[in-house]
Each structure stands twice: as structure tokens, then as C-alpha cells.
């Protein structure tokens, strides 16, 4: 019960569900403000599903603008399907194979929970629903990692696996009750709405797969421009308010705690767009808009995690710190020769980690109090700060070793890898026979 009170996220949400009796529908009181804010959350963060496609396509060339759109829209069908079937009785129910993943016969297709009502006051129906568009949103932040270079049906036996084999066991290990991330510490792993169950496991399963695919055809040397940086921009305002959802809507309530990460989530995009574009001025003597949209998303990367813990102040902090870290990353990725073509583990990977880690030095007194009540007495943020490491830690090497394993995988039986002249021909004709913009064009 001391976490509930210390959790205002999705973890806190599972507690009661993860620990013996669920509830008594009789007991439990719809909450139609919760509910009609849940159901608006949930919509929300699907929106940032075909935000994300346009963010992407747009920073494709023009030849596959189509099959990078089509990485995002296929995960809305697959992981939804998916986790509907097993993704939710794999995430939320009791631990098995040594809490490995959950496993709760009652919750494959839903079944079990048709006149369910949470402890929050909302049908669990929402809550399972919110939850699995996290599940189709981060495998499709992975494709811009090796976006132009992939086999369509290669990416979709991909992104089924590793939504079964790793995004499921870490969303068990950080949000569900009985979770051993979740119950380390006196608070367990800091993550309210995702910073190493989504950003970080995605950033760095894209940097293995880019790095295990190796580069697109003639890069660095031939110059692969943006197709439509107008299509970007749009993209990125649906993502931020998309993110509004991703938050807030983690709070699984209507109250202060929304209050809160919505808040968090406002300043910290702005923050991280401001300083990128004061450090790319700096640097490159221009502003540009790709690199303002690009410290939109760092801010908000950073503070998925932390917007429920810290107040205005720390999250402008965390916005500003992940601006310069993953401005720093796009530049090693340069020297360092590996093509993560959208930069999904520079902004994703390494913001997350940057607002998983940081967002020790920002938690506001009132949490820090309650953490060291519900530990005796004592807790600080240096022990806070070694639980954050481990969590990171943990989701560094569990996707990363994961994901190679799923790559190889994949690459030996039905090819991951396009081949040369499907690449050069473009993925929207190879894979798709379709043109994003009505005429033949591969630049």
C-alpha cells in the first residue's frame, strides 16, 4: 500500500491488482471524471502513433516515405492484436519463470475483465487499453533506427517478437506489483510513464539493429536530404500533444497528479527546444527547424519518466540538460560512422537515460519524505539514484542482448536486410508497389 502513495503512475495503478484479491466490484465507485480523462489519454497517445509516421516520413527521402510510414501504422495493427491476445496477461499479471513476465489466464483476450472497475474508479477495459498503445508505440520508434534499409515482412516478424520477448518482461519488471524494479528500494525504479520501458529499451534496441545491419548504401557519403521537413514539423506537434496523453494520462486519475506531469511535460519540451536551438546556433551558427522539433522531442523523452516526481523547475532542467546530451550523441554518431538514420537511440536512448538518471537531483521534498517514511525513516537520493542506474542498467542490456538475438534471428530466416536493389529502388515501390507523392522519384 505505501506505494500507491508514493506512485501517482501507471505502477501504482497495478498494486492492489497485483496483490491478492483484485477488488469487489460492489466496493468500487465509477469515476466518470477519471474515466472521460483516461479515455481521452488513451486517444492521445494513439495519436502519436501516425504523428510519429509523419515525423519520420518526412525525414526519409522521398523514395520511402511510404514503407517508413508504414513501420508506424503496421505496429497499430500487430502490437495492438498481440496485446490484446497475451501483451496485457504478459505485462500486468503475477510473475512467472522467476518473474520473468506476468501471467494471468483471465486477461488473454481480455477475457476476464469485461465488468472490471479499478481501484482508481475507471474500467480496466481503459487501463488496458491506455497501456497497449505504449506497447504499439515504442517498436515503432525503434524502425527509425534502420529506416530506408529493411524488409517489410522482416520488420513485422520483428516487431512481434520483440513486443512478445522484450517489451512485455520490461513493462512486468517496472509497472506490474509484483515487478522486481518496481519493488526495489523503498519506491522502487522511478519510471512514470515510461523512460526505460519505452525510450530507453527502444532507443537502444535501434542502435543494435542499425549497427547489426550496418549502413544505408552510400552513407555518409551520398547526401540523403529530407523528403518533406513540413510533413516533420507537423508530425512533431502531434507528438507533443500526443505526449499531454503519454503523461499525464499516467497519473490513471483526474486530479493534482495530472496536473502535475501535465505541467512537467509543457516546460520540458519547450526548455529542450530552446537550448538545442541555442547550442546548434552556437555550434553551426543557424537555428534550424529540424533541430528546434529535435529538442522538442529530447525534453520530452526526458521527462516521461520523471513527470510525476518533479516540479516546473526540474523539469526545464531535465529538458535543457537531455537538449545538449543528445545534441552531443547526434554529433558521435557522425564521428563514430554508425547510421541510426533518424536518430532513435541519439534523441530516444540517450534522452531517456539522461531523464531516468537526472531526475534524482529534481524529485520534489514532499516524495523524497514519503520514500524515507515508507523506508523507516531513511532514504536519500544517492540510494534513489542507485536504484535509477540499476533500472537503466537493466534495460540497456536486457534490450540490447535481446534485440541482437532477435535480429540475427530474423536476418537468417525470412531476411531483415533489403537487398541492394530494393533498397536502391526505394521500400515504397519494392515493398509496397505504391509512391508517396504520385510520381517516381529516388532522391
Known sequence: MKRKILYSGAAAALLLMMTGNLWAAEEIVLDSGATAWMLTSTALVLLMVPGLAMFYGGLVRSKN????????????????????????????????????????????????????????????????????????????????????RVRFR???????LWGLIVYNPLCHWVWSGDGFLFNMGAAGAIDFAGGTVVHIS???????????????????????????????????????????????????????????????????????????????????????????????????????????????????????????????????????????????????????????????????????????AAAGGQWSIWQQLGVQVVAVLVAIVYAGLLTYLLVLLVEKTVGLRAAPQDEMAGLDHSFHGEHGYGMLNAS
Open 65 to 148: 516515405v511510404i514503407g517508413t510510414m508504414m513501420h508506424s501504422f503496421t505496429a497499430m495493427g500487430v502490437m495492438a492484436v498481440l496485446w490484446v491476445i497475451v501483451g496485457y496477461s504478459m505485462s500486468f499479471g503475477k510473475g512467472v519463470l522467476g518473474g520473468w513476465f506476468g501471467w494471468e489466464p483471465s486477461y488473454i483476450f481480455l477475457s476476464g475483465i469485461d465488468t472490471a472497475i479499478m481501484p482508481q474508479g475507471i474500467p480496466e477495459y481503459v487501463f488496458s487499453m491506455f497501456q497497449g498503445k505504449f506497447a504499439i508505440i515504442t517498436p515503432a520508434l525503434i524502425a527509425g533506427a534502420f529506416a530506408e
Open 154 to 160: 522482416g520488420y513485422v516478424l520483428f516487431i512481434a
Open 202 to 372: 527502444a532507443g537502444v534496441s535501434g542502435l543494435v539493429a542499425a549497427v547489426y545491419l550496418g549502413a544505408r548504401r552510400g552513407y555518409p557519403k551520398t547526401a540523403m536530404r529530407p523528403s518533406n521537413l513540413v510533413m516533420t514539423l507537423m508530425g512533431a506537434g502531434l507528438l507533443w500533444v500526443g505526449w499531454f496523453g503519454f503523461n499525464a494520462g499516467s497519473s490513471i486519475s483526474s486530479g493534482l497528479a495530472t496536473a502535475q506531469a501535465l505541467t512537467a511535460t509543457q516546460v520540458a519540451a519547450a526548455a529542450g527546444a530552446l537550448v538545442w536551438m541555442l547550442v546548434e546556433g552556437l555550434h553551426q551558427g543557424k537555428a534550424t527547424a529540424l533541430g528546434f522539433v529535435s529538442g522538442i522531442l529530447a525534453g520530452l523523452v526526458a521527462v516521461t519518466p520523471a513527470a510525476g516526481v518533479v516540479k516546473p523547475a526540474g523539469a526545464m532542467a531535465l529538458g535543457a540538460i537531455a537538449s545538449v546530451l543528445c545534441y552531443l550523441a547526434i554529433i558521435m554518431k557522425d564521428k563514430l560512422g554508425y547510421d541510426d538514420s533518424l536518430d532513435a537511440f541519439g534523441i530516444h536512448g540517450v534522452g531517456g537515460i539522461a531523464g531516468a538518471i537526472f531526475l534524482t537531483f529534481f524529485i520534489r521534498k514532499s516524495w523524497m519524505a514519503a520514500a524515507a
